[in-house]
Every structure is written in structure tokens, then in C-alpha cells.
């Protein structure tokens, strides 16, 4: 290609010699004609060897220009061909290198191939290599989109004028966002935070890069980083909003567990310090002295039973429990459970019926955990209804559970209380509940039991006319 084009090149400037050699000739022809048309008359003699000069002079700068043309045409080739041949080698070089990878090893003669082709081939091969780039781009594009649109975090990108690059469903849900909330200062005047751009981008070290906000009924986690262009120029702010609303309400049942536990242990250690100080202080009849060892001995039983709760449900927490998986029936359990309590039962004169379902399978739990869940239902009834009370257990069996209803006429429980009671430590009536020697942790620990064993608990109930309690345990598949 090289001596194709030098070819070409050249070729052109001696074509336009040629022309303007063939102008210098078609001068000198027409002096020659000139000079006929003249003759050999005496008075035209010094006109004729004024043009034969002309001719002379002529006919030397034709040759002369030639030959100077002739030089011009080959250099100005060889070094058109250099400014115009050696990029295009280069480009081809590097077309192939960008074709074969960086580590690939180039290794052909230019000399024998055709670089128009080769240029062309080289294009194609790049133009290929760019679209499969740009398709993996545009694949990544919409993975990064895909997930940022599902994303649980909100993802907000603001440039450096504040406004929105990109932004996800989820932060618009999470700050509770409108159309005309479109900027960085009004997206966060409407959330009362005092916060700049410019100082999180420039003063980054100098500002706080977090903050916490209570939107509606939710709290979120609203953390801002600057991020950079490929120069590693600012080039804006990334938003992220985290709902942390459950973990607040953690942070807080953790709280309170701890002041209730403190609160629940110290009541009757106080107690006991109180009337053992009491003893030891003074001398009191025989009478006194029962009491006052009756209220030690039970306080002392109930920190105990509340120690062995907080112990039972520990070990529930941290998986330590053994759980010994049995095959059982579910009505004897129950009646077996009636019988235990049948002294509190006579006591409070309470009529208590149990109906079985002699089709009811046989379950697979933890007998001994079923148990005790079964026995902390009872005793609320029992505790919970006045005297003389009617109680109602149904043991039956719906699809693949079994379940266990007990049904009673007592106090209730107020309906905006029945989404905590299985709170630990929450009672609706706490004083009466320490009265009756309640821990505040029967329903808690019920509902750890039945979660180990697949099954639930549901409770229903209205102030004044009672509770139902629901049971569900799965039974044993055949």
C-alpha cells in the first residue's frame, strides 16, 4: 500500500507539472508561429531576434522547471507519504492491539498486506470489540438499576447543584416524598436538617456524615458520602436512608426489659431486707414473726420463679433448650393438665368442661414444653375469672393441626392490650398480677414454646365477658 499511494502522490504533482509544462509549451509554440507570421522583411528583423530570445529563454526555464518539478514532486511525495502513511500504520497497530488484548503479540509484515484492508478489518474488529463493551455496560446499567429499584434502602444522588440524579422508590417511600420535593434543600428543609452540600463534599472530616429522623411513624438512618468523578473531582453527594425503625423498637423492648427485670427483682428484695431487718431489730410474739417469715418465704419463692423464667426464656433465645420430640395425644395431655390444677380450680368453685374430638390425631411436639403451655393457659383462667366462673376447653383437630380452645367468662383484657401481652413483663393489671404471684412472663414463654414447635397462639378477648384462647400444634403425618 505504501508504494501505492507514494505512486499516487507522486504521480499527482507530475501531472500538474505536466500541465503546467505543457502552458510553458503552448507559449513557446505560439512565439514560434509568431516569428513565421514575421517573415524574413528587413524591418522586422530586430522584432524576430527579440522573440528568438524569448524563445531561447523560453525553451530554458521549460527544462529547467522540469527537472526542478520533477525534484519538488519526489520530495514532496516522500514526505506527504510519511505524514499521512505512518499514522495510519500506527492506527492499524493499535486497532490490533485493541482487537488481540494488550498482552496479545502483533506479528505481520505491512510490507505484504494491503493496509486499506487491514485498516478496514481493524475497524471492524474494534467496532465488534465497542459493542460487546457497550452491551456489558448497558447489562451492568440495568443490574445496578434492578437492583437499586428493589432495594430496601432508599438511594438518593444528588449533583453539585443540589439537584436529583437518581433516586429509588424506597426513599421516596422512606422520607415520604412529593413531586416537588426535587432538590437537596427541599428534600431536607421538609425534615428540619441542618445540612449543607457544600460542607459535606468540601469539609467532609468536619461534618456530621449521619443523622436519625422520625418520619411519620417510622425512624430512619439518613447517611450522606461525597463521591467523585473520574478526575477525582467532586462530583456530588450519595444519599443513603436506612429504616431502622424495628431496631429502635428493639433497642427500646431491651430497655425496658432491663428496668422491668430490675424493677421486678428489687420489689421483693426490698420486701425481704424489710421485714428480716424488722426481725432482727426487735423481739415479736410468735405470731408476728410467722407473718413476717410468710412474706420472706414468698417473696423468696417469687423471685425464684422469676429467676427460673428469665432462665427458661434465655435458653430458648440461645437455642439451648433439648426438646425431646414425641408422638402424643393431645386430649389426655389436656385432661392430665385439668387434673394438676383441679385443687385451684375447687378452690375458686369454677365449673369446668372439657370436650375431645375422638378423631383428633396424635401430635408431634415436646410433650413436656406442650404442657407447660397448656397448665400457664389454665392457670390464667382460672386466676383471671371470678368465683364460680364457667371455663370451656375444646381439643379438636382443623386440616393438619391440632388445637386446643379454652374459652372462659372472666375480667378480659382490654383490645388495646392484646398486641403486647406476649411482651415480656407486660401485664394489663400489674398490681393484681403480683398479687397472684404473676411474673409477667407465662405468655412469653408459651409463645417461645409453641414457635420451637411449629405451632401459635391467638388470643381473643373483650372486658368484662372473657378470653379465648387458641392452640395450634401440627400433628404427626402418617
Same mark, same amino acid.
Given at each position: 500500500?505504501?508504494?501505492?499511494?507514494?505512486?499516487?502522490?507522486?504521480?499527482?504533482?507530475?501531472?500538474?507539472?505536466?500541465?503546467?509544462?505543457?502552458?510553458?509549451?503552448?507559449?513557446?509554440?505560439?512565439?514560434?508561429?509568431? =516569428?513565421?507570421?514575421?517573415?524574413?522583411?528587413?524591418?522586422?528583423?530586430?522584432? &524576430?531576434?527579440? *522573440?528568438? %530570445?524569448?524563445?531561447?529563454?523560453?525553451?530554458?526555464?521549460?527544462?529547467?522547471?522540469? =527537472?526542478?518539478?520533477? &525534484?519538488? %514532486?519526489?520530495? $514532496?511525495?516522500?514526505?506527504?507519504?510519511?505524514?499521512? !502513511?505512518? +499514522?495510519?500504520?500506527?492506527?492499524?497497530?493499535?486497532?490490533?492491539?485493541?482487537?488481540?488484548? @494488550?498482552?496479545?503479540? $502483533?506479528?505481520?509484515?505491512?510490507?505484504?498486506? %494491503?493496509?486499506?484492508?487491514?485498516?478496514?478489518?481493524?475497524?471492524?474488529?474494534?467496532?465488534?470489540?465497542?459493542?460487546?463493551?457497550?452491551?456489558?455496560?448497558?447489562?451492568?446499567?440495568?443490574? $445496578?438499576?434492578?437492583?437499586?429499584? /428493589?432495594?430496601?434502602?432508599?438511594?438518593?444522588?444528588?449533583?453539585?447543584?443540589?439537584?436529583?440524579? /437518581?433516586?429509588?422508590?424506597?426513599?421516596?417511600?422512606?422520607?415520604?416524598?412529593?413531586?416537588?420535593?426535587?432538590?437537596?434543600?427541599?428534600?431536607?428543609?421538609?425534615?428540619?436538617?441542618?445540612?449543607?452540600?457544600?460542607?459535606?463534599?468540601?469539609?467532609?472530616?468536619?461534618?456530621?456524615?449521619?443523622?436519625?429522623?422520625? *418520619?411519620?411513624?417510622?425512624?430512619?438512618?439518613?447517611?450522606?458520602?461525597?463521591?467523585?468523578?473520574?478526575?477525582?473531582?467532586?462530583?456530588? !453527594?450519595?444519599?443513603? $436512608?436506612?429504616?431502622?425503625?424495628? /431496631?429502635?423498637?428493639?433497642?427500646?423492648?431491651?430497655? @425496658?426489659?432491663?428496668?422491668?427485670?430490675?424493677?421486678?427483682?428489687?420489689? +421483693?428484695?426490698?420486701?425481704?431486707?424489710?421485714?428480716?431487718?424488722?426481725?432482727?431489730?426487735?423481739?415479736?410474739?410468735?405470731?408476728?414473726? @410467722?407473718?413476717?417469715?410468710?412474706?420472706?418465704?414468698?417473696?423468696?419463692?417469687?423471685?425464684?420463679?422469676?429467676?427460673?423464667?428469665?432462665?427458661?426464656?434465655?435458653?430458648?433465645?440461645?437455642?439451648?433448650?433439648?426438646?425431646?420430640?414425641?408422638?402424643?395425644?393431645?386430649?389426655?395431655?389436656?385432661?392430665?393438665?385439668?387434673?394438676?390444677?383441679?385443687?385451684?380450680?375447687?378452690?375458686?368453685? /369454677?365449673?369446668? @368442661?372439657?370436650?375431645?374430638?375422638?378423631?383428633?390425631?396424635?401430635?408431634?411436639?415436646?410433650?413436656?414444653?406442650?404442657?407447660?403451655?397448656?397448665?400457664?393457659?389454665?392457670?390464667?383462667?382460672?386466676?383471671?375469672?371470678?368465683?364460680?366462673?364457667?371455663?370451656?376447653?375444646?381439643?379438636?383437630?382443623?386440616?393438619?393441626?391440632?388445637? &386446643?380452645?379454652?374459652?372462659?367468662?372472666?375480667?378480659?383484657?382490654?383490645?388495646?392490650?392484646?398486641?403486647?401481652?406476649?411482651?415480656?413483663?407486660?401485664?394489663?393489671?400489674?398490681?393484681?398480677?403480683?398479687?397472684?404471684?404473676?411474673?409477667?412472663?407465662?405468655?412469653?414463654?408459651?409463645?417461645?414454646?409453641?414457635?420451637?414447635?411449629?405451632? %401459635?397462639?391467638?388470643?381473643?378477648?373483650?372486658?368484662?365477658?372473657?378470653?379465648?384462647?387458641?392452640?395450634?400444634?401440627?400433628?404427626?403425618?402418617?
Amino acid at each position: 500500500m505504501k508504494k501505492n499511494v507514494n505512486l499516487k502522490i507522486v504521480l499527482l504533482f507530475f501531472i500538474l507539472g505536466i500541465i503546467l509544462i505543457l502552458g510553458l509549451g503552448a507559449s513557446y509554440i505560439l512565439m514560434l508561429n509568431q =516569428i513565421e507570421m514575421l517573415g524574413t522583411k528587413q524591418e522586422n528583423v530586430a522584432l &524576430i531576434n527579440n *522573440v528568438n %530570445s524569448q524563445l531561447q529563454q523560453t525553451r530554458i526555464i521549460i527544462i529547467v522547471s522540469i =527537472i526542478i518539478y520533477t &525534484i519538488i %514532486s519526489f520530495l $514532496i511525495g516522500y514526505f506527504v507519504l510519511k505524514a499521512l !502513511v505512518s +499514522p495510519m500504520k500506527k492506527l492499524i497497530k493499535s486497532a490490533e492491539e485493541i482487537a488481540l488484548g @494488550e498482552n496479545a503479540k $502483533i506479528n505481520f509484515n505491512v510490507q505484504n498486506i %494491503s493496509e486499506v484492508s487491514d485498516l478496514e478489518n481493524a475497524f471492524n474488529i474494534m467496532t465488534n470489540e465497542l459493542k460487546q463493551k457497550l452491551s456489558e455496560v448497558n447489562r451492568q446499567k440495568r443490574q $445496578i438499576e434492578t437492583i437499586l429499584l /428493589h432495594m430496601t434502602d432508599g438511594i438518593i444522588a444528588f449533583d453539585l447543584e443540589g439537584n436529583i440524579i /437518581h433516586i429509588n422508590p424506597a426513599a421516596k417511600i422512606l422520607l415520604d416524598l412529593s413531586e416537588k420535593e426535587d432538590n437537596f434543600n427541599k428534600i431536607f428543609q421538609k425534615l428540619n436538617i441542618d445540612i449543607n452540600i457544600e460542607k459535606i463534599i468540601y469539609l467532609e472530616n468536619w461534618t456530621s456524615s449521619e443523622q436519625r429522623k422520625d *418520619v411519620g411513624d417510622k425512624v430512619v438512618n439518613i447517611f450522606f458520602a461525597p463521591f467523585q468523578d473520574e478526575n477525582d473531582r467532586p462530583a456530588g !453527594v450519595i444519599t443513603l $436512608i436506612q429504616d431502622i425503625t424495628e /431496631h429502635v423498637k428493639l433497642d427500646n423492648m431491651r430497655k @425496658e426489659f432491663v428496668a422491668d427485670v430490675s424493677h421486678e427483682l428489687k420489689t +421483693p428484695i426490698t420486701s425481704i431486707m424489710g421485714y428480716s431487718d424488722t426481725l432482727l431489730e426487735g423481739e415479736y410474739d410468735e405470731e408476728t414473726r @410467722e407473718k413476717f417469715l410468710n412474706v420472706i418465704s414468698s417473696e423468696a419463692r417469687r423471685m425464684a420463679r422469676l429467676v427460673t423464667d428469665l432462665l427458661t426464656l434465655s435458653r430458648y433465645d440461645n437455642k439451648k433448650v433439648t426438646s425431646e420430640i414425641t408422638s402424643f395425644d393431645l386430649g389426655e395431655l389436656v385432661k392430665k393438665c385439668e387434673e394438676k390444677l383441679r385443687f385451684e380450680i375447687e378452690k375458686k368453685g /369454677h365449673n369446668i @368442661e372439657c370436650f375431645v374430638t375422638a378423631s383428633v390425631p396424635p401430635v408431634l411436639a415436646d410433650k413436656y414444653g406442650i404442657e407447660r403451655v397448656v397448665l400457664n393457659i389454665l392457670s390464667n383462667a382460672i386466676k383471671y375469672t371470678k368465683e364460680h366462673g364457667n371455663i370451656k376447653v375444646y381439643v379438636g383437630f382443623v386440616y393438619n393441626d391440632a388445637y &386446643i380452645k379454652i374459652i372462659d367468662n372472666g375480667i378480659g383484657i382490654p383490645e388495646e392490650d392484646l398486641s403486647r401481652i406476649f411482651d415480656r413483663f407486660y401485664r394489663v393489671d400489674k398490681a393484681r398480677s403480683r398479687e397472684m404471684g404473676g411474673t409477667g412472663l407465662g405468655l412469653s414463654i408459651a409463645k417461645e414454646i409453641l414457635d420451637q414447635n411449629k405451632g %401459635s397462639i391467638d388470643i381473643k378477648s373483650k372486658v368484662g365477658k372473657g378470653t379465648e384462647v387458641v392452640i395450634k400444634i401440627p400433628t404427626q403425618k402418617k
